[in-house]
């Protein structure tokens, strides 16, 4: 197995029992829509004027109710636009796009990466991985409202959505950090992204009101992506139009999905994710995503070594893959009950 197969396995690993993963499992149907209309949506409340005038007790209290930041105007938008025109640029080059921003019908897509042919290349970009190492308001953030510090990890994951029907599943990411319990991802859109491009929707109340979903309730769906049971109907939803800059905070407890993407356009968008440092370190949160390019590899052309290999401070204190295995699987079990300090 590849070292990056071998990766991608174990963090599966984590979001389901071993059992599935060794096939003892059948797949469970799931009919989870991924159309806007089929749910009841309310929009997420703004708190970019907290954000810009750093009131981080105001953006504490919203985070510890709502599980969510929605900043409108967070990151720079010459800055987003140009990571955008990167990724243009280079599946034009590739040949994967009809125009503009269209991708060719015959273009298979990884909705999780991209295309091989694209993310062979922009995973090595400069631009793409120093991306928010540039935004120091955001980069910041958690630790002033934590008042602890939080770090940005190095294994950054690309959305690439065409319009075939495909969107993510409704799961948190607490399954994925794993260990972490104090997670928070940054979803970001490159470019204006309307809803009808997909965007992420949140169970509003869920990281408080649904605690961890623990393994034995997942399942693989019959796309192959691990999901859960839940009643649309008992929740309010919550979703809001992207602009270039904006950005959707939520805690590793809040319980989402991502709508269909409608349009002929890509939706273009990855998601970032902070972790505090008191919590557990796995080694994969430092391991790039879905390539087998080592760090090396990638930094290869880059014309700064400031944002290189920025955790090698705390590589001593990665858990080993058994001792992840004994965490997740005491942490996740029904028997222990999950506490969030959000
Ligand atoms: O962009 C998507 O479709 C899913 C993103 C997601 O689940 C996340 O950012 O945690
Ligand atoms: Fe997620």
Not at 120 to 128: A, E, P, R
Not at 170 to 192: C, E, I, K
Not at 209 to 221: K, M, Q, V
């Amino acid at each position: 197995m590849s070292n990056q197969q071998d990766v991608e396995k174990r963090i599966q690993h984590n979001a389901t029992d071993s059992a599935v993963i060794h096939g003892l499992y059948e797949t469970v149907h799931n009919d989870w829509s991924g159309d806007i209309n089929d749910y009841d949506i309310s929009p997420y409340t703004d708190s970019s004027e907290a954000f810009h005038d750093g009131d981080y007790d105001e953006i504490k209290k919203r985070a510890k109710s709502d599980g969510y930041l929605y900043i409108k105007g967070a990151l720079d938008v010459e800055r987003n636009m140009s990571l955008r025109d990167d990724v243009l640029r280079i599946c034009a080059e590739q040949n994967l796009l009809l125009k503009d921003d269209i991708l060719r019908d015959d273009v298979d897509v990884n909705s999780g990466s991209g295309p091989t042919a694209f993310w062979d290349i922009f995973v090595k970009l400069q631009s793409f991985n120093e991306y928010l190492h540039k935004e120091p308001l955001l980069l910041k953030l958690f630790s002033h409202m934590y008042g602890e510090e939080f770090m940005l990890l190095p294994r950054v994951l690309f959305r690439f959505f065409k319009n075939n029907g495909e969107f993510s599943k409704l799961h948190q990411d607490f399954w994925y950090s794993g260990v972490a319990r104090n997670m928070w991802t940054a979803w970001v859109p490159f470019g204006d992204n309307p809803i009808d491009k997909g965007v992420i929707v949140t169970a509003k109340g869920s990281h408080l009101n649904l605690g961890n979903i623990p393994n034995e309730d997942r399942f693989f769906d019959q796309s192959n992506q691990i999901t859960f049971k839940l009643n649309k109907d008992d929740y309010e939803w919550l979703a809001s139009d992207f602009e270039s800059g904006d950005v959707l905070l939520f805690h590793n407890l809040t319980t989402h999905f991502s709508t269909t993407n409608t349009t002929n356009h890509l939706r273009l968008s990855a998601d970032f994710r902070f972790i505090p440092l008191s919590d557990p370190l796995a080694d994969y949160f430092f391991i790039p995503h879905m390539t087998e390019h080592t760090w090396d590899d990638i930094y290869e052309d880059w014309d700064s070594t400031d944002y290189q290999r920025y955790w090698s401070h705390l590589e001593s204190k990665f858990m080993s893959p058994d001792e992840i295995d004994d965490t997740t699987n005491s942490i996740m079990s029904h028997t222990t009950q999950f506490q969030s300090n959000i």
